[in-house]
């Protein structure tokens, strides 16, 4: 062959090959999490390259030390993934505006967003812009040890007044050390504000201007229900609570032994107290109590994940092909499996429970199906949950139980300084 030709034809070939290198798309994509979930991960994004030879995904993973401050220095510096696996309470920190990731609804149709409940794409939109869309969804509901119950002698709670007398009953029917809940300061926060919220209708922070909205009678109302529950042994006191030590709730003895008899737990936190009950013992899901005439739950349920799409991304339609392919392809459902929890979306859930991989019967299925069910009109802020206001309100929970105060004093402490943080952190 003549030199010339030859040259030619290898300089084209190269040039072919450099061309179809190029064309290929390249997206980042960032989770936290344990090796299972990054095993599964990564197996989904090798089922999505081969349906999508097009374009390639650089895993970026690590556990969940460290990776708030890592995504958000690379969304400071405009270098965040294209997609990512993100907390719904991130929005305020990211987004406020709901500027700080891709709005999905640009690719509604490419992300089916027609599987998810329309509830919970509320919760994750931003002044009409889709920030993420929600994995799965994780409830606060009630779980109940059933021996001990039928020991104290009484039904499971279907309204609160039947919450406030079981407490009693424990202690003369089980013993002076024996409740019929244990919960913490976040739980104590949320279950209250479910009573406040069916018997007022109005929530605890304002939708409109991310402040407290309980007037001083109304918050002084919701610490008296804390201190009428503590008096009427529903669950221990914050000063008998400390001296079990610090530590895990479910590594902690009264709850091994059953004196703890019950939690208002997220459903998909069950398993891990149901492993550590004494085996002659089992966990089943309560009723959730209702006030008369109440329409809406006060339920606090939320996203236990979302992914969300940068908003720097180069590539959103590759991006949107992704997310879609984990949430809705049964490929890339199958690979996932429940490494994030009980799939949100219609397909999600229907692909693993024709499986076999959902089961039905489990506590956080029941969990899940329940939290479903119930009626939510007012769904909870970002804010809600915050920490900093939950550490205020734990300090004021310890302060009646030390009589350091009173209802009224930490009503008045909390309005004052909850508000502070709030300004704070809503800007």
């Known amino acids: 062959m003549n030199k010339k030709v030859l040259t030619t034809f290898i300089s084209a070939a190269i040039a072919a090959t450099s061309a179809s290198a190029f064309a290929d798309t390249e997206l980042r994509m960032s989770w936290w999490g344990g090796n299972s979930r990054h095993q ?65 609804s640009k690719q509604a149709n490419a992300l089916h967003i027609d599987n998810f409940p329309k509830n919970a794409i509320d919760m994750t939109t931003v002044d009409s812009k889709i920030n993420g869309l929600p994995v799965s969804m994780t409830s606060r509901v009630f779980y109940y040890n059933k021996q001990q119950w039928d020991k104290a002698g009484v039904d499971y709670p279907k309204t609160w007044d039947d919450l406030m007398a079981a407490g009693k009953a424990f202690e ?163 690979a996932l499996g429940l490494a994030r929890g009980i799939p949100l979306s219609k397909e999600g859930l229907s692909v693993l429970k024709e499986s076999g991989e959902v089961d039905p019967s489990s506590l956080s299925f029941q969990g899940y199906e329940q939290a479903q069910a119930l009626p939510k009109v007012i769904t909870p802020t970002t804010y809600t949950d915050n920490a900093q206001l939950m550490e205020l309100f734990s300090e004021n929970m310890q302060k009646i139980d030390y009589g350091q105060t009173d209802a009224e004093g930490a009503a008045k402490d909390f309005i004052r300084r909850g508000n502070r943080i709030l300004k704070r952190i809503a800007g």
């Open 40 to 104: 599964a991960t990564l197996k989904a994004i090798e089922k999505f390259q081969e349906k999508y030879p097009d374009i390639k995904v650089k895993a970026e993973y690590t556990g969940w030390d460290g990776h708030l401050s890592r995504l958000t220095t690379q969304v400071a510096g405009n270098t965040e993934p294209d997609v990512m696996q993100t907390n719904w309470n991130w929005l305020p920190i990211f987004s406020r505006d709901g500027n700080g990731f891709y709005d999905m």
């Open 172 to 334: 003369k029917n089980v013993g002076p050390d024996a409740y019929p809940l244990v919960i913490e300061a976040r739980d104590v926060f949320a279950m209250n504000r479910s009573y406040m919220l069916q018997t007022t209708g109005k929530d605890i922070i304002s939708h409109k201007t991310n402040l407290l909205d309980y007037t001083q009678k109304e918050m002084t109302a919701f610490f008296q229900l804390y201190a009428d529950q503590v008096a009427n042994h529903v669950f221990p006191s914050t000063k008998e609570f400390a001296s079990y030590g610090k530590g895990n709730l479910y590594e902690m003895r009264p709850w091994i032994d059953g004196r703890f008899a019950g939690l208002y737990m997220w459903d998909t936190a069950i398993a891990k107290y149901t492993a550590n009950l004494d085996p002659s013992m089992n966990l089943e899901l309560g009723p959730y109590p209702m006030a008369p005439g109440a329409t809406d739950s006060g339920l606090l349920a939320r996203p236990s994940m979302m992914f969300s799409i940068g908003r720097n991304t180069e590539h959103p339609e590759e991006a949107a092909k992704l997310v879609n392919f984990l949430l809705n392809d049964p490929d890339g459902i199958h």
